[in-house]
């Protein structure tokens, strides 16, 4: 009997470092709205890891997700790293410049309007949503803290295919 109970508590410890592990590596996030087209579409389910702010940061590309609140409330949001901390960010007629290189942005859609010519504080982001004309960004709202950003997408859940 002792020994029953002991393989059950055992069970139930692997299982709650099995969930805990998975909640950190690989949580589901059903996007709303149009901002990471085509990347990311309306309803799509992405794969989004917490972990990636505890080995090494985050990167020029990541696309990661962050709490935003507005009059509306808050919001989970999803938006690409485009320059991160140190870097130079222009937003120049031609696109998106970073430490004086054009960047090569095939995933974007729609011309990158705004101003914005600035270093990148310690600690933070610039992020833009791949569709630019419709993106509500660090265009618009600033840079964005790391230490506010919840993780970075892995890859899309649902659909897998798309």
């Given at each position: ?15 709650a470092?099995i969930l ?7 949580w ?67 696109g ?14 729609g ?16 992020v ?9 960004d660090?265009?618009?709202m ?6 506010d950003l ?12 798309g």
């Open positions: 009997m002792r020994r029953n109970i002991r393989n059950w508590g055992n069970d139930i410890l692997r299982a470092i805990l592990v998975l909640f950190y590596a690989c589901p996030l059903r996007l709303s709205g149009g901002s990471m087209e085509p990347t990311y579409e309306n309803g799509n389910v992405v794969c989004v890891s917490r972990l990636a702010g505890f080995f090494g940061g985050y990167d020029r590309g990541d696309v990661v997700v962050f709490d935003y609140t507005d009059e509306d409330g808050q919001r989970q949001v999803i938006k690409r790293v485009i320059a991160v901390e140190g870097d130079r960010l222009e937003i120049v007629p031609e998106v410049m970073v430490n004086g290189v054009l960047l090569d942005e095939p995933y974007a859609m011309p990158t309007e705004g101003v914005a010519d600035l270093v990148i504080p310690p600690d933070t982001v610039f833009l949503g791949d569709h630019r004309t419709e993106s509500f660090s265009r618009n600033g840079v964005i803290a790391e230490k919840k993780g970075k997408v892995l890859f899309r859940l649902f659909p897998f295919f």
